[in-house]
């Protein structure tokens, strides 16, 4: 059960205890590149170091006066987004947008699956923002930065306030998921479908669950993410499959599979994206497979920095989802070759915006005169 606070304050040590993490992605709450100060565990004969209670989740409100963000990056197909949370409890280890939890004031590691900031306002200040004279349609996307399904959606209910301020307006969205949570607003998803308001992709990145467990913690599992693919697309609503991030030598090799399951639960759009290591997100990772597996965290980083110009990450737009190299080129060719085989891409649905009506303004003061 979360708690709730609306104070930020991280909680997690350096390096936590193996039972304090149990269930988490990150092997330790990292500094991010803002700290001034380490935490560190220290035993004073007092405390029990050999075991310790999990750590918990707790939620912050946030405070923003607007919830749509805008982009000019060149290399997405989409120039505004919504993020109902900041943080992310997945868990996932490889995730990019860890380093975006430094800008908070928490670490990017274990308080980045801990600390959740929610936006419970955030279905009325997108009518708010819809409304404005000046604002032009486009696809909105959900899922770009932190999953709209992650777990305390399922209490929150702030993604699905969101579809529906989206569903009256007629507007236009994409969505990134990694959750069947994503089937309980079938209602409203299906109603957008019917007007070719909404595609969904889901995120699958291995079928092993132990894999699985280990990168993405709580995210839903691997057959549970199919299933959603099926239920989704027997509903109507288009649903595909971003096979990201590819990580060398860790599940790289289930490509051409995890694209073959993805067409049997009825995807017929395909995406990838190969792993990315922005900020601390490096030793992030280097934690991770020191733990998980040491046997071959040399050559999976050998392969990265391959892919990436020598170093652990370039954020060059144009490169920074493929990277270049042999390696690169090699998945690209794979990924190619797979989805013109399975059958991928054919046809790519065009979101409708011409349908797009704004929400009236909200002048109740004007209603009194």
Same mark, same amino acid.
């Given at each position: 059960?979360?708690?709730?606070?609306?104070?930020?304050?991280?909680?997690?040590?350096?390096?936590?205890?193996?039972?304090?993490?149990?269930?988490?992605?990150?092997?330790?709450?990292?500094?991010?590149?803002?700290?001034?100060?380490?935490?560190?565990?220290?035993?004073?004969?007092?405390?029990?170091?050999?075991?310790?209670?999990?750590?918990?989740?707790?939620?912050?409100?946030?405070?923003?006066?607007?919830?749509?963000?805008?982009?000019?990056?060149?290399?997405?197909?989409?120039?505004?987004?919504?993020?109902?949370?900041?943080?992310?409890?997945?868990?996932?280890?490889?995730?990019?947008?860890?380093?975006s939890?430094?800008?908070?004031?928490?670490s990017?590691g274990?308080d980045?699956?801990?600390?959740?900031?929610?936006?419970?306002?955030?279905?009325?200040?997108?009518?708010?923002?819809?409304?404005?004279?000046?604002?032009?349609?486009?696809?909105?996307?959900?899922?770009?930065?932190?999953?709209?399904?992650?777990?305390?959606?399922?209490?929150?209910?702030?993604?699905?306030?969101?579809?529906?301020?989206?569903?009256?307006?007629?507007?236009?969205?994409?969505?990134?998921?990694?959750?069947?949570?994503?089937?309980?607003?079938?209602?409203?998803?299906?109603?957008?479908?019917?007007?070719? $308001?909404v595609?969904? *992709?889901?995120?699958?990145?291995?079928?092993?669950?132990? /894999?699985?467990?280990?990168m993405?913690? &709580? !995210? #839903?599992?691997?057959?549970?993410?199919?299933?959603?693919?099926?239920?989704?697309n027997?509903?109507?609503?288009?649903?595909?499959?971003?096979?990201?991030?590819?990580?060398?030598?860790?599940?790289?090799?289930?490509?051409?599979?995890?694209?073959?399951?993805?067409?049997?639960?009825?995807?017929?759009?395909a995406?990838?994206?190969? $792993?990315?290591l922005? *900020?601390?997100?490096?030793?992030?990772?280097?934690?991770? /497979?020191?733990?998980?597996?040491?046997? &071959? !965290? #040399?050559?999976v980083?050998?392969?990265?920095?391959?892919?990436?110009?020598?170093?652990?990450?370039?954020?060059?737009?144009?490169?920074?989802?493929?990277?270049?190299?042999?390696?690169?080129?090699?998945?690209?060719?794979?990924?190619?070759?797979?989805?013109?085989?399975?059958?991928?891409?054919?046809?790519?649905?065009?979101?409708?915006?011409?349908?797009f009506?704004?929400p009236?303004?909200?002048?109740?003061?004007?209603?009194?005169?």
């Amino acid at each position: 059960m979360a708690k709730f606070t609306d104070r930020a304050v991280s909680t997690a040590a350096d390096h936590a205890h193996p039972d304090a993490r149990r269930g988490r992605g990150a092997v330790s709450a990292v500094r991010s590149r803002y700290d001034t100060e380490t935490r560190q565990r220290e035993d004073d004969g007092w405390d029990n170091l050999e075991t310790a209670d999990p750590l918990r989740t707790t939620l912050h409100l946030d405070s923003s006066r607007s919830i749509i963000a805008w982009n000019k990056s060149p290399d997405i197909p989409f120039d505004r987004s919504i993020n109902p949370y900041r943080g992310c409890e997945h868990g996932c280890i490889y995730c990019f947008a860890r380093p975006s939890h430094a800008y908070l004031g928490y670490s990017p590691g274990l308080d980045f699956e801990t600390q959740i900031v929610i936006k419970p306002d955030a279905a009325a200040l997108l009518r708010k923002e819809l409304a404005k004279s000046g604002y032009r349609v486009a696809t909105m996307s959900m899922g770009t930065n932190t999953d709209p399904y992650q777990p305390v959606e399922r209490d929150q209910k702030i993604t699905r306030s969101i579809l529906q301020v989206l569903l009256e307006t007629r507007h236009p969205l994409g969505i990134v998921t990694k959750n069947h949570l994503v089937t309980r607003d079938i209602d409203i998803l299906s109603e957008m479908a019917k007007l070719d $308001l909404v595609k969904v *992709y889901l995120s699958l990145t291995t079928l092993d669950r132990q /894999l699985a467990r280990k990168m993405e913690p &709580r !995210a #839903s599992t691997p057959p549970k993410r199919l299933e959603a693919i099926r239920l989704l697309n027997e509903a109507g609503i288009p649903a595909g499959v971003m096979t990201a991030p590819m990580i060398p030598a860790i599940n790289d090799m289930e490509l051409e599979n995890l694209l073959e399951a993805a067409w049997q639960a009825g995807a017929r759009e395909a995406g990838w994206v190969l $792993l990315r290591l922005p *900020y601390e997100l490096k030793e992030l990772w280097r934690e991770w /497979l020191q733990e998980h597996y040491p046997d &071959r !965290a #040399s050559k999976v980083m050998k392969l990265v920095q391959e892919s990436r110009g020598g170093k652990d990450y370039v954020a060059d737009f144009g490169g920074r989802m493929r990277g270049e190299g042999a390696y690169a080129d090699l998945i690209a060719q794979r990924f190619g070759k797979a989805i013109k085989r399975i059958g991928f891409n054919e046809r790519r649905l065009r979101l409708r915006k011409d349908l797009f009506r704004a929400p009236p303004l909200d002048d109740r003061q004007g209603m009194l005169f």
